[in-house]
């Protein structure tokens, strides 16, 4: 995937623009809206909408024309007909005319990699193979153990202040906490690690600096990896029967990373904010009608992490929501306003319950391969935080909330909330359960499949609420030899566990 970087413009090269206010604001040759001018995207793709149908042509810097897709039905369509539209920049016309500048703010995505995401036919199957065939190796019961735990640890560094930043503290951790363990370098996790991812996508003056220290970082990970492969994602990749060179793992590495890392960062901030300010969802959450992988599902509609993908070329003549599109045209796939789309939404408000059919992860042969770790990262970290911090709410007003916008995402800038200080966590200590509450109190959500309901309460007491406490362990698994428990010290009464404790430790997977 080619996000674009976050930079508003992503260039200094003086504009002659009108000014802000003036109908020609945003507007280019033939009247064309500039996307990159526009300070809410969202009105303006409804705008083009009634103007133009589910397809309409915009510009991108330096007047580049493209086409952006807004349906629904039309992008599922252009996603999955590989015979008609691919991911190879090489091919647009734009581009092959001389109109895109090498110094295009867009480059770093327009210009084709050896990738999965612009690969197509034979040599896609071949690197999305290896991508996929890594990470079908993970162990999610064990991956959603390890989320738990790194919440923990970073909630413990900021519960005893009883306030934090959300974003900076939190959402900008846990995707890159994780996926340095499922990559293979849980030990290069650290905040300049962080920094460095969110440098480099901002597009800052540093961001190239910032690239080439997560770069760094990756290419000492692949040569450690092809001395010595061990059971993480970047030793399959290497180990993967499609033979990647060392280059095309260190890519795919660096794929997996950003795009993990920022997508998942905007989808934590994106559910946390809803809970924070949206009485009903709250209520609903509180009230049991809504678990937490479902807040997740409805957050992916209505704000996907992606908001655009650069981009989709025509490789022939055909036509696309009423507008005939070129061989050579450019289109930008569009989850934002597709899962927006009055013909599959006529009430926004309506909840989209069990409706997966949203385009946060695109769809075809580029399908998000990704898609279930985003998901546990949102659903694990969202209700561990919310267990450890019950009266967790928002420091600010609604208003005052800061975002930054690029034509391929929203990302809230700082989330600023306050809660009764807590004390932090034992990680370290081996995983036990207490006593399975008897009933929730406010916050008290769980994800539906980890959280069956006791049969009945044991007492009219409260009880203790368990705390989660897993065990760090790896990620990728291979099949090992089941430790056998020590025997009871001579006189030690043999205690056998009540059914539901011991249907509990097996759901979780102690
Ligand atoms: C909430 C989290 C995520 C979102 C919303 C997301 C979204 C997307 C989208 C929209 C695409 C482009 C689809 C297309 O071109 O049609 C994509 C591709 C991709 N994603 Fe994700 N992603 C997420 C997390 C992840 C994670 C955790 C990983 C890896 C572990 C990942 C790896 C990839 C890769 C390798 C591709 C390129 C696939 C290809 O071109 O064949 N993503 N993702």
Redesign the pocket.
């Known amino acids: ?1 080619t996000p674009e970087s976050h930079a508003p413009t992503g260039t200094d090269r003086p504009r002659l623009d009108p000014p802000p206010g003036c109908p020609a604001h945003g507007l280019g040759p033939g009247g064309l809206h500039r996307l990159h001018e526009s300070e809410d995207l969202g009105a303006l793709y409804e705008k083009l909408r009634e103007e133009h149908g589910p397809v309409a042509p915009v510009l991108l810097h330096d007047d580049v024309p493209i086409w952006i897709v807004l349906g629904h039905t039309e992008n599922l369509h252009m ?1 999955r007909s590989p015979s008609q539209f691919c ?1 190879d920049s090489r091919i647009w016309t734009p581009l092959q005319e001389g109109l895109v500048k090498p110094d295009h703010p867009l480059m770093p995505h327009i210009a084709w990699q050896p990738i ?2 612009h ?1 197509e036919g034979d040599e ?1 199957k071949r ?2 193979g290896a ?1 996929m065939g890594a ?1 079908s190796t993970i162990d999610f019961r064990s991956l959603r153990r390890y989320i738990n735990r790194s919440t923990q640890v970073i909630v413990n560094r900021f519960c005893e202040r009883g306030e934090a930043d959300l974003v900076g503290q939190f959402t900008e951790h846990l ?1 890159m906490a994780v ?1 340095c363990e ?1 990559l293979g370098m849980p030990d290069e996790y650290n905040d300049r690690l962080v920094e460095c991812a969110r440098d480099a996508l901002k597009g800052t003056e540093t961001a190239i600096a910032s690239h080439t220290y997560v770069m760094e970082t990756l290419s000492r990970l692949t040569a450690r990896r092809r001395a010595q492969p061990e059971e993480d ?1 970047a030793s399959y990749l290497i180990t993967h029967p499609a033979r990647l060179t060392d280059d095309e793992v260190r890519e ?1 590495l660096r ?2 990373l950003f ?2 890392y920022e ?2 960062t ?2 934590l901030s994106n559910v946390l904010l809803t809970v924070l300010i949206d009485p009903r969802f709250r209520a609903q959450l509180n009230g049991g009608q809504m678990t937490v992988p479902e807040a997740v599902e409805q957050s ?1 509609w209505n704000e ?3 908001s655009t ?1 650069f981009a989709y070329f025509a490789k022939q003549e055909t036509e696309l929501g009423g507008q005939r599109i070129r061989r050579g045209d450019g289109l930008l ?1 569009a ?1 934002l306003p597709a899962n927006v789309d009055p013909r599959v939404r006529p009430d926004l408000k309506a909840s989209m319950q069990g409706n997966r059919s949203h ?13 279930d ?3 546990s ?2 659903d694990v970290g969202v209700d561990a935080l919310l267990l450890r911090l019950p009266d967790v709410e928002l420091d600010c007003d609604q208003d005052e909330l800061r975002w930054t916008a690029s034509i391929a995402s929203r990302h809230l800038v700082e989330l600023p909330v306050q809660f009764a200080p807590k004390p932090p966590q034992d990680v370290s200590e081996t995983p036990h359960h207490k006593a399975v509450p008897a009933q929730r109190s406010d916050w008290q959500i769980s994800i539906s499949q980890s959280d069956p309901k006791p049969a009945a309460p044991a007492a009219a007491q409260p009880q203790p609420q368990p705390q989660p406490q897993p065990q760090p362990e790896p990620v990728l698994v291979q099949p090992q030899p089941v430790p056998v428990p020590p025997p009871p010290a001579a006189g030690e009464p043999v205690r056998r566990k009540g059914a539901w404790q011991r249907f509990l430790l097996w759901w979780r997977g102690y």
């Open positions: 995937m996603v991911r999965a995401s690969a896609h690197l999305r991508v990470i995707p996926m499922i994602l795919h794929l997996v795009a993990a997508a998942t905007n989808l992916l996907p992490p992606f993908v796939f989850p385009l946060a992860f695109g769809g075809g042969p580029h399908e998000c391969p990704g898609q770790i985003g998901r990262i949102a």
